[in-house]
């Protein structure tokens, strides 16, 4: 039964009130048409909870733009949404992936390559792979009454191939239901190939303004964090703490170990307790997902004036490149026809309760453990 501005209703109850369901939850497929942004295609979700976002089916399936109440939940960059033939993966000296970054609430880094640029078996690769610069195909999206509940749905399916090399598809379901403050990822990973590939899998979900800001912090069930490097070490005593804008910061990511509920789920989230979310004072972004799928957790802490966003990244992977997952002994590898599942669910923390209601979760989880 959906949960509608303060109310719960039935189907034919919901339905009496409505000329079309579309006056309260709707996806709405487009294209954009200007600059690099031209040819686009993406998908509007709006789902009556006060949620909604951007699909864009045209570059990885991935989430651009999210909003609760107005009041943004990620960051956003000022590349635009550039449509994927400008993407320029080996340009710059392998950091032509951030020409083509956007931000946004998600951004999916893989198939065979995540975290920094390097060189493996002689060959050079960018940034964070190519994954999120691929368009879909067999793209769908509807909504469905399942009982009472109303569900939005969008599938679409992608291809990192080359001849002589990998041969991996992405089928992504993006689901959210009416009245609800969550949206859920899912995706299936099959190597179509004849042999053994390499597979590297992050989801790098930027979090910005009004979540973060100078009184923000981390909220998670981690048990332990690592310092990257020697800068990040430094401020190893507020990495949970977001601070004001700072121009010239240099980037800080820590590496963390979460503890997993009752359920096997671990969860993260960057709140701020003093902003208004249009539902009380509090407003925060959170992530869950099952470490067993994605065993490492990414904090990526950016508080630089304009680049003013903390990424929280579940993966398979860290974020130092194939060589040294390699070298480390963790590196994935799919045999020829293996498949994968990964599941991620994002959601919306607004109001005192909510906050509460979540750290105290936390809490419990930690105190189990």
């Given amino acids: 039964m959906a949960q509608l501005y303060g109310k719960h209703y039935t189907k034919s109850e919901l339905l009496a009130h409505v000329g079309d369901i579309s006056q309260v939850a709707r996806i ?5 048409i200007e600059g690099f942004e031209d040819g686009v295609f993406a998908l509007d979700v709006t789902n009556g909870s006060g949620l909604d976002f951007t699909v864009l089916a045209s570059r990885g399936m991935d989430i651009s733009s999210a909003h609760y109440n107005g009041r943004s939940m990620m960051w956003r960059s000022a590349t635009t949404d550039s449509y994927p033939a400008h993407f320029d993966h080996e340009g710059e000296g392998g950091r032509g992936w951030l020409r083509s970054f956007y931000g946004g609430l998600v951004v999916t880094c893989g198939l065979t390559w995540a975290g920094a640029n390097d060189t493996d078996n002689g060959i050079p690769y960018g940034i964070h792979g190519r994954i999120g610069n691929t368009p879909a195909t067999n793209v769908q999206w509807d909504g469905v009454w399942e009982g009472d509940d109303y569900l939005l749905t969008i599938t679409g399916k992608l291809r990192e191939a080359t001849v002589f090399g990998e041969n991996l598809q ?5 689901t959210t239901k009416l009245g609800s403050n969550v949206l859920h990822i899912h995706d299936t990973v099959e190597n179509l190939g004849a042999k053994p590939t390499e597979h590297m899998m992050l989801y790098h979900i930027n979090i910005g303004f009004p979540a973060v800001n100078d009184t923000a912090e981390l909220i998670s069930t981690s048990q332990s964090a690592v310092p990257r490097d020697p800068i990040a070490e430094e401020r190893f005593d507020r990495y949970t703490q977001m601070q004001a804008p700072e121009a010239g910061y240099q980037e800080t990511v820590y590496f963390h ?13 960057v709140i701020d307790k003093q902003t208004e979310s ?18 490492r957790f ?11 966003v903390v990424g929280m990244e579940p993966a398979n ?11 480390a002994g963790t590196l994935q590898v799919l045999q020829p026809g293996e498949v994968r599942h990964y599941s991620v669910e ?7 309760a909510a906050v509460s209601d979540y750290e105290a979760a936390c809490k419990r989880t930690l105190s189990s453990k």
Avoid: H
Wanted: positive net charge.
């Fill in 28 to 32: 709405k497929p487009y294209r954009l």
């Fill in 317 to 327: 992977c860290l974020v130092m490149g194939r060589p040294n997952e390699r070298r």
């Fill in 257 to 269: 170990e979460l503890a997993t509920d009752a359920d096997g789920y671990a969860t993260a989230a």
């Fill in 170 to 174: 992405m089928t992504r379901t993006i």
């Fill in 278 to 295: 249009g539902d009380g004072k509090g407003f925060g972004v959170y992530c869950k997902y099952l470490p067993t799928q994605l065993p």
């Fill in 346 to 352: 994002i959601g919306v923390l607004a109001g005192e």
């Fill in 298 to 308: 990414i904090e990526w802490k950016m508080m630089d004036s304009g680049t003013y």
